[in-house]
């Protein structure tokens, strides 16, 4: 059980939204920036899209007409921030270092399909 007896969760996957032509792009991004596998697909949407899996989640990209909210975002914890902020920068992507919050490193990218990644160290 959670806070105040709710129950308790972990996340299984995040769905983030690519422009039409775009899901190849971003999905290697997030192969390349994280290390992450395919997955076979399993939805019957019928639109391009892919299936990643890391360690403890999955990130699933779905073709989608229509933009990205410039503040919606995933959050990721990770070893160290300043080599994810390399990598993004080697990727082409642009790099916003953040003030730490709860006492973790962090800062924020962005996939060719304009979603927002808030990248957080392990503390």
């Known amino acids: 059980m959670g806070l105040d007896g709710a129950p308790s969760f972990s996340v299984h996957h995040v769905n983030v939204v690519a422009g039409p032509g775009l899901v190849d792009a971003?999905?290697?991004?997030?192969r390349q920036l994280f290390g992450l596998v395919d997955l076979p697909r399993q939805g019957r949407s019928g639109r391009p899209g892919a299936w990643l899996a890391g360690s403890?989640?999955?990130i699933h990209v779905s073709e989608r007409d229509g933009s990205v909210h410039p503040d919606a975002h995933c959050a990721v914890i990770v070893a160290n921030v300043a080599e994810v902020?390399?990598?993004a920068r080697r990727l082409g992507?642009?790099?916003?270092?953040?003030?730490?919050v709860i006492g973790s490193a962090r800062?924020?990218?962005?996939?060719?399909?304009?979603n927002r990644?808030?990248?957080m160290q392990a503390t």
Request: proline share 7%; no cysteine.
């Open 107 to 114: 800062g924020f990218t962005r996939d060719p399909a304009g």
């Open 85 to 87: 902020a390399a990598v």
């Open 93 to 100: 992507a642009e790099w916003e270092d953040a003030a730490p």
């Open 117 to 119: 990644i808030e990248v």
């Open 26 to 30: 971003t999905a290697d991004f997030w």
């Open 56 to 58: 403890h989640a999955e």
